[in-house]
């Protein structure tokens, strides 16, 4: 992948990490907290994706991008979820995602 390239793609993973977030923000004010909860997930994967790329990276699948991040997921199909609790997911959610932008526009240059 060339520097060009590579910093399309990241852009564009942020672009849909963006989106993501936007619309967990929307469902969490329409009281969907569950589809809110896997747009926030979805936003993250794809943070992750734009970091990976920046280090050269290039994840093949869903599971090709959590393994190379080290993360396990943990997909129990029954657990409690409120508003409130999402808010929080939320703002760590953007904290990451700031977090990550810093790191690749460091890298990036």
Same mark, same amino acid.
């Given at each position: 992948?060339?520097?060009?390239?590579?910093? $399309?793609?990241?852009?564009?993973?942020?672009?849909?990490?963006?989106?993501?977030?936007?619309?967990?923000?929307?469902? =969490?004010?329409?009281?969907?907290?569950?589809?809110?909860?896997?747009?926030?997930?979805?936003? $993250?994967?794809?943070?992750?994706?734009? =970091?990976?790329?920046?280090?050269?990276?290039?994840?093949?699948?869903?599971?090709?991008? =959590?393994?190379? +991040?080290?993360?396990?997921?943990?997909?129990?199909?029954?657990?409690?979820?409120?508003?409130?609790?999402?808010?929080?997911? +939320?703002?760590?959610?953007?904290?990451?995602?700031?977090?990550?932008?810093?790191?690749?526009?460091?890298? +990036?240059?």
């Amino acid at each position: 992948m060339t520097d060009a390239n590579r910093r $399309i793609n990241v852009a564009s993973e942020f672009v849909r990490a963006d989106e993501s977030m936007r619309a967990a923000s929307l469902l =969490v004010e329409a009281g969907l907290l569950h589809d809110a909860e896997s747009r926030l997930y979805c936003a $993250i994967y794809h943070a992750a994706i734009a =970091v990976l790329l920046t280090e050269g990276v290039e994840p093949r699948s869903h599971a090709g991008t =959590v393994s190379l +991040l080290g993360l396990h997921s943990d997909y129990g199909r029954d657990f409690p979820l409120t508003p409130d609790a999402l808010r929080e997911d +939320l703002e760590s959610c953007e904290g990451f995602l700031d977090r990550a932008r810093g790191g690749v526009a460091k890298a +990036l240059g």
